[in-house]
């Protein structure tokens, strides 16, 4: 039996996560724009920026600033605890409530608000997941209640647990079946909840920082940012710089921690990639008529691992080569710290779609949780609406504003590999480091602009 | 505006979330049992049919509202349970399962992917569920689904092709040539049309096949033979934008065929974007008029204010949010059809679910109404498939303005299954 009429479909419009948002427009209109000349001078401008960063040091971002110091203290606990009542609250939302992704607020609160929501504004205020946890209090609590002061030796593996939490994580998100399901998000995220909160009771709060992959996700992501907030002998510094700047002042990444940003690095173009018709045709999926997740989870599966290992070996790769051509060692803790404004800048640009779509749904949802008329945000009641995607003005302003986020992003990390390895080096070691930032830039572009069918 | 929004308030708070039990208003008090009737919906909410499955949820809240603002079903209230598919055939299999045995409805209905309803519909009966599908494809009454699959709601595919071939072979040209995704969607168009062409008298003389994953097309436009009178074309996807402002390039200034599209390739999409000038004149199927005609009937009008569409076809709300108009009918009608079913099969409860099949493959069609805004319709208990008419639009000043209605008599080919026939 032939299929026919119910394919009809104009409108791919995907609107969780994994289902390919950030480019999946109704006929696209950035697909109509100029994207080869978008291309050549984004690869263009980071190229510059990398050979006039190499020479130039006036091009150099200065220190961030203190701006106010105070005492550490438990402090903020109370968040955490809020947090975890409102987990409660989802978790039952998830169990019992509307079975309607869009409608059910465990869904849109997990996929819209802490996956892209809370990093993006991270990304400007710095990290909020570390008070926002609904870890952090109750592990506090119950270690203070038992007595149970010690560790058991978790902290030695170091972020290893969170790589292995990241990996679990982007499986989950872009190839298992049903990430959105309101039921499925609720086993998920109550079962990881439970094994992080005894392994947090046993090793400790601090653990967490290291040890679970969203509190890692987010202290990286947030490194961009221009405020910053970190511990120094006793204090807490609330501090201000450029965007990038608080790279500059963080340590060099361990090896598990360099396999953290490779693999969100991996995940977040996989993500991309695995919507396109690229991709689509790479698998045998028609890309105008997707069968559907059930069908390409095996070969996604395998795509996700080849992109992780594609990214180890590129960047390494380029690592050696710059050693090899200027007999040079460019270390890799150091390095690898550039690459962590790429991840922030990919992050917010692939997810501005689905922030401005699926993010409707979240405020409809927290205005109006029971759906009885209620408005608890204060908003009329409004229909979700899409029309913007079909907007050429409103789509060319979005697709110019992720273009100047993957291209700055990408300026930046040349700049930044540059400037944070210690001492100094020739340019022909950071030379195929520089060129693989100038392809991973065109690489990020071209992901956002190629026509997507899943 | 205003209106409409507080509208949508009052029908969500009736619909109570997670199926949480309604209140029942003192009308529904005087059935045998008050208990709801719960319907369950597979949504294609997320996944490739997800800009579809926004506007059919919306139609069909707006539906349930109405319904139960009449009385409900056999003087019970009625509820939708919604749930998502992720337009995927495993999953839509799944969600049958789920609708049925664990929340217990009486029957499904709603999808709309025909991969997905063909993936599903084994299951529907196989627990011996009805499984009203909003699909247009010939997956039902070509025989392939089984006796608990109906489409009562909306045409198929092959109906359609069929019916507008006499219109376009006597008023754009004989001579066709077909532009077409090549895949088993735009073969369906190639054979249905390229047959009903020629019973007309009418002659192709020229296919143009694309690869789906193609994304430019300047270089197949040469292939469109010069003594074309017609150009069909069914293209779909995000390249169609790119499609139209190519076919424009190519023929610049100079005279360009007649052409007729399906509106499947700009459902959803505002026909006055920049870069679709040049469908200025051109013609459209439409399952259903997206810009308000100067006829319509107050039915017509009634079913646009209760989704909240203006007369251009958007949103209430944002008059760039351009609906799946032409098929979200289908909601709506279909929900109409359940309760006249229901009503005639004395429905109380699942056991009456094969009275429900049988009362409605007793149906033979239904005229212009409040419950079919669309139009007249026929229905063919045989194949559980309905006929109705069918519009071709052209447009003018960028809206769809109706130059031709099809007698549903056009639409009619030769049955391919007698379902009734066939053991429950």
Known sequence: MQRSGGTLLTAALAILPGLALACALPPSIVMTLPISHYLAGAALTVALTALMAGGAAWLRLPAPMALARWPAGSGADWLSYLSFLIFL??????????????????????????????????????????????????????????????RIGLSRLGAWPAVAGLAGFSWFQIVSLAPEDPLILAQAAGAYWLVIFVAACLEGEDWLREGEFLHLTFAMIARLAPLHLSTEGGQRVLSLGWPGAHILTAPPLSRATQVFVLLLLAALSFDGLQATFFWLGLIGENPLEFTGRSAVQGVNTLGLIGSFALT?????????????????????????LSFLAIAAGYHGAHYLMMLLTAGQYLLLALNDPLLQGDAFLGLEPFWVSMGFLTDRSVMTAIWNLQFALIVGVHALAVMLALQITPGRRSGLAHLPLSVLMVGYTIFGLWLLSSPTGV | MSQSVIHRRSLLAGLAAGGAALALPARFASAQSAAPIKLGFQLHRTGIGAAYGRWYERTAQAALKRLNDAGGINGRPVEILFEDDGTD?????????????????????????????????????????????????????????NRWAMQPGISDVRAQCTSVAPFVTQNLGKKVTLIFPDYAFGHDHRDYFSAAVKAQGGEVVGMVAIPPSETSFTRYFPRIPRETEVIYHVMIGPAVLTFVKELGQFYGKRARPEIFGFIDSLEAVDLNSPGLEFLEGTHFWEGHCRNLQADATE????????????DNGASVSDARDVSTYGHMFSVWETLSVIRQGMEAAGYQGVADRQKFVEAVEA??????????????????????????EQAISRVEGGKLIRVHKTAIEDSFYPDAVDYTTQSF
Request: aromatic fraction near 8%; charge should be positive; glycine fraction near 12%.
């Open chain 2, 363 to 388: 149906m033979t069609g239904w005229e212009e109404s409040a419950d079919h805004p669309q139009g007249r319709k026929v229905f063919n208990g045989r194949t559980h498939q309905v006929f109705a």
């Open chain 1, 312 to 336: 180890a070996a590129l960047i390494y790769g380029a690592l050696a080569l710059g050693r090899c051509l200027s007999g040079e060692v460019l270390p890799a803790g150091p390095v690898m």
């Open chain 2, 89 to 145: 055939p495993k999953r839509g299999s799944e969600v049958v399962e789920k609708l049925a045995t664990q929340a217990k409805c009486d029957l499904i209905f709603g999808p709309l992917f025909s991969h997905v309803v063909i993936g599903s519909a084994p299951r529907a009966g196989e627990l011996k569920i009805p499984y009203l599908v909003c699909s247009e494809g010939f997956h039902v009454a070509s025989g392939a689904l």
């Open chain 2, 299 to 310: 039915h017509e009008k009634a079913y646009r204010a209760a989704v909240g569409v203006d």
């Open chain 1, 89 to 150: 609250a989802l978790l039952l939302t998830g169990y019992a409530g509307p079975r309607d992704p869009m409608h059910n607020l465990l869904t849109l609160v997990f996929w819209a608000g802490i996956w892209v929501a809370l990093p993006l504004l991270s990304l400007l205020t710095g990290d909020l997941w570390g008070a926002l946890n609904p870890w952090r209090g109750p592990v506090r609590m119950l270690r203070l209640l038992t007595g149970w002061q010690g």
